[in-house]
């Protein structure tokens, strides 16, 4: 199972994109967010502080998560549409 979350900034409002998250838990980890934005290419990351936070790329804010929703992800196999007849 996977969790699909995005980070928000406080102080700007900007959002860094959601990110899929492999993990049963409620709420991800810093270090499962760390993995999880590390592994996106295309996006803005975020600037992780000395202490682990997460800071807004744009204006070095604090970082927040604003959502979170579990997903189910099944591999792209099983995706295949069934031809109709």
């Known amino acids: 199972m996977a969790l699909r979350a995005e980070l928000y900034c406080y102080l700007c409002g ?3 994109g959601e990110v899929l998250v492999p993990t049963s838990a409620r709420r991800p980890s810093v270090e499962q967010l760390r993995t ?5 290419r295309g996006r803005e ?6 202490g682990g936070q997460p800071l807004c790329p744009r204006c070095g804010g604090q970082l927040f998560l ?4 579990h997903e189910v ?4 196999d099983r995706r295949t549409l069934k031809r109709a007849s």
């Open 14 to 16: 900007h959002g860094l």
């Open 73 to 76: 992800v099944r591999p792209a």
């Open 66 to 69: 604003e959502h979170s929703e």
């Open 36 to 40: 999880a934005y590390g592994n996106v």
């Open 45 to 50: 990351q975020p600037v992780w502080s000395d």
